[in-house]
């Protein structure tokens, strides 16, 4: 098969945040729209409880947001490799188990990309995490192993893996002129993930880049751990968190944690969560932030919540500050939120991924001045804390941005076409 003959195969990015497809063909975008002429679909499931269906993507955060009543399910991705995969989930009255939730999401992913390409695809080659469990081989296998699972239970016929990181080098190396040492840096919703690979356009149709290849590496760090971080020191104060007990000891934390956490927001409605808190009240000695804690729960607010945080972190990329109203909760509450509580917030996850790369160059045996260039991908990368960290240690490289929701599926759908035709 030709270059000018449509490959056989997509590739698939499964985000945390958002995922995309791609399928590479002659002169075409290689992303294939997926929602409203857009390539990327949010990683979101929304149950309706009225007309008893899933709605996905940007459809879902609607449906949500404007106040039909059902289950919001996001950052479905984290599932793998946690112990949650192996359970149930009650949505519209009935277990759903978690394989279950991803095939229904995959599956929805592989119909448009179909509907759009107006043809099957049996072959897929899917992105995946250098790490879906840090320091854990076993766990991470079965991470991996469910994912693939999933996809041929949904109907791929042939499943097969490239890490991501890998598949935005090859994307990057489609548009370079000359030889390069290139750190991918790419931060997505759940992990950040590094690779440091010898990219040249005249090796970009060689089909085994192992050579290329001189290490890879990650952390279980990203988007939703920055959110989670910014939501506990701005947010989750005025809930109760850090409250004294009478008897001197912080209010326990494990109700903000879920709340501050996608996958676990629901929990804090169960009867067990709100029974616990009712009988903490009495030993509280400022009652303020825990009865505001029950309005929430009330109201079934915290993912509402949790997307104002995200909105908070991604409008810091480029603002000082941002006020965020919480009238919804209280009449006349808000909180002002600014960048230098939201990076002192995350300074430690910062240190976790400078120590990744640090590791990365000591595998691969580079010095900081050998990388020529940094190329950053992934929906969270371009917070400038996170940016600046990474860039501060490399001073003598160049900075490219890639398309931070789409490198990563064009690059699958270049590696699809190379290992199926």
């Not at 919703?189 to 149709?205: K, Q, V, W, Y």
């Not at 929906?379 to 398309?403: D, F, T, W, Y």
């Amino acid at each position: 098969m030709t270059n000018q003959t449509p490959a056989r195969a997509c590739g698939i990015d499964f985000g945390t945040s958002n995922s995309t497809v791609g399928w590479h063909r002659p002169g075409v975008e290689t992303l294939i729209a997926l929602e409203d002429g857009k390539i990327t679909l949010p990683s979101v499931v929304f149950f309706n409880i009225e007309e008893r269906r899933p709605v996905y993507g940007r459809l879902a955060l609607h449906e949500y947001l404007e106040g039909y009543e059902g289950r919001l399910m996001r950052s479905l991705k984290s599932l793998l490799g946690s112990k949650l995969i192996k359970h149930d989930t009650s949505v519209l009255g009935t277990a759903l188990p978690f394989k279950d939730l991803l095939g229904m999401f995959i599956g929805e992913l592989k119909k448009r990309a179909e509907t759009d390409a107006g043809r099957a695809f049996d072959e897929v080659v899917l992105g995946r995490p250098v790490h879906f469990v840090d320091d854990d081989k076993a766990a991470d296998q079965e991470a991996q192993d469910t994912l693939e699972e999933v996809a041929k239970k949904i109907g791929f016929k042939e499943v097969s893996f490239q890490f991501e990181p890998i598949a935005a080098a090859f994307d990057y190396e489609s548009s370079i002129q000359r030889e390069e040492l290139v750190l991918i840096v790419d931060i997505g919703g759940g992990t950040s993930d590094f690779s440091l690979i010898r990219l040249a356009p005249e090796r970009h149709n060689v089909d085994d880049r192992h050579s290329d290849i001189l290490a890879t590496g990650g952390v279980h760090i990203g988007g939703t751990d920055f959110d989670k971080q910014l939501s506990l020191q701005g947010v989750m104060p005025l809930f109760g968190y850090g409250s004294r007990m009478k008897s001197g000891a912080f209010m326990p934390t494990s109700h903000h944690m879920n709340l501050a956490t996608w996958h676990t927001i629901n929990s804090v409605y169960s009867q067990k969560s709100q029974l616990a808190l009712g009988s903490m009240r009495y030993d509280i000695e400022d009652t303020d932030g825990i009865d505001r804690l029950f309005k929430l729960i009330d109201q079934r607010a915290g993912h509402w919540l949790a997307m104002e945080v995200e909105e908070t972190k991604i409008q810091l990329t480029h603002a000082d500050n941002r006020l965020v109203a919480l009238d919804r909760i209280e009449p006349g509450l808000s909180v002002d939120m600014t960048r230098a509580l939201f990076e002192s917030s995350i300074d430690t996850l910062l240190e976790r991924v400078r120590g990744s790369v640090t590791q990365l160059l000591s595998d691969a045996g580079v010095g900081v001045a050998q990388v020529d260039t940094v190329f950053f991908t992934g929906g969270s990368s371009g917070i400038p804390a996170l940016r600046n960290s990474v860039a501060a240690m490399l001073p003598n490289a160049r900075h490219v941005e890639g398309n931070i929701f789409g490198s990563i599926g064009s690059g699958l759908a270049i590696e699809a076409r190379k290992r199926y035709g």
